[in-house]
């Protein structure tokens, strides 16, 4: 019996999503001098881990995952949540170490979550392999194309690991542009209204494990929601950038969990963390 009502909540939940757009280039064809795009195609890969990875981004996209239209009022029976929000939008940056995305385990599975909470998402699949300033590059004009796309709405940025490496960066170095304006488009901010760092990674790069230099901090840094565990050997990233976050005076809430190593997403088969940050990360939503 037990079951059954399992499946039949599960069904329900999937009513409450709605299908992914098809994806689109970031970039236009006539990029800024700044903008190296390699030629070819993306190639991923399933491992036997059932991880999806992207091994090769040359052309940057996002994929936008509309939250169901016309809802607003109604509630998802298996989930208890409205089936939609009217004014925050998320991007996804999935993690891998610059040097691949995990674009099932922290891209669409995201994607698909925050749509039964009623958020519009898109998924920024940004340049990899080993291209940091690519993928700062990608993530600030995903931001101005995001806000172009959903005018008045709050854009928020969110990412995993690398994923919210390049989401830290993209929220302290918005006052200087790592491009030239190229379009209409780029006359939008690129700064996000808040930001999301689960896991995060390389945010301590500094010497003596303090904070990454390029990492500005000043009164126009959103606020931000981290969670981190205790044993995750890139731990340190959400402890420094938290305290760095606390000095200037930027709402923060920072969340350690003793267990779970790293990269486990919303799987709860790879670490109890993962069925934890949601709830709170869903939480902390509602509150601004």
């Known amino acids: 019996m037990k079951k059954i009502i399992c499946f039949i909540a599960a069904a329900l939940t999937c009513q409450c999503l709605t299908a992914q757009e098809k994806e689109f280039p970031v970039w236009p064809e006539n990029t800024p001098n700044e903008v190296h795009l390699q030629k070819g195609k993306s190639v991923e890969e399933k ?32 989930t208890n949540k409205p089936a939609s929000t009217q004014d925050k939008v998320i991007i996804i940056c999935p993690g891998g170490g610059y040097s691949i995305l995990a674009i099932d385990l922290e891209g669409t599975e995201i994607a ?15 340049r990899v392999p ?9 993530a600030q004009r995903a931001i ?5 796309q959903n005018p008045g709405k709050k854009i928020g940025i969110m990412g995993f690991s690398a994923g919210a490496s390049l989401s830290a960066r993209a929220a302290t170095r918005s006052q200087a542009p790592s491009y030239t304006p190229i379009d209409e488009i780029d006359k939008e901010s690129c700064r996000p209204d808040f930001c999301g760092l689960i896991y995060p990674a390389y945010l301590d790069e500094g010497p003596n494990h303090t904070l990454t230099p390029e990492l500005t901090l000043d009164e126009n840094t959103p606020r931000c929601f981290i969670f981190q565990t205790a044993v995750d050997p890139y731990g340190n990233s959400a402890f420094v950038f938290g305290q760095a976050l606390r000095f200037h005076k930027i709402p923060v809430e920072l969340h350690v969990y003793p267990t779970g190593a790293h990269g486990y997403g919303l799987r709860t088969n790879l670490a109890k963390a993962g069925g934890i940050w949601p709830k709170l990360m869903a939480t902390w939503l509602k509150t601004f």
């Open 47 to 78: 491992g036997n881990d059932n991880v999806t990875r992207i091994l090769s981004q040359p052309i940057p996209t996002l994929q936008r995952f509309p939250a169901k239209s016309g809802t607003r009022s109604k509630v998802c029976v298996a």
């Open 112 to 126: 698909q979550w925050l749509n039964s909470l009623g958020y519009t998402a898109y998924i920024l699949r940004y």
């Open 130 to 138: 080993k291209d940091r300033e690519g993928a700062l590059q990608d």
């Open 144 to 148: 101005r194309i995001v806000r172009h």
